[in-house]
């Protein structure tokens, strides 16, 4: 058994979600605005397969990515307060 402050290790687990939730949403976010630039890309070229493939991955996976980190990052968010309140 470890002597170590529940508290300690609760907000230590707690600063490393929010790191992994911040990881997500610069990579969500960031998939988007690929999916975006291959969207006009290909809005002032030519639509080829490739190119649609590759802006329907970019949006799956982004919303894949996206949403759980935007709901962990609230959760986060919710935790610090409710722990500066009492």
């Avoid at 970019?58 to 009492?86: K, M, N, T």
């Amino acid at each position: 058994m470890s002597n170590d402050n529940p508290r300690d290790n609760l907000a230590a687990r707690r600063r490393r979600i929010a790191r992994l939730t911040a990881a997500g949403q610069r990579l969500g976010y960031l998939l988007y605005l690929i999916a975006t630039a291959l969207f006009f890309t290909g809005f002032a070229t030519s639509f080829n397969n490739p190119m649609v493939t590759a802006i329907v991955a970019c949006l799956l996976v982004g919303s894949i990515v996206l949403a759980p980190a935007i709901v962990f990052s609230y959760a986060v968010r919710a935790a610090d307060r409710e722990d500066q309140a009492g």
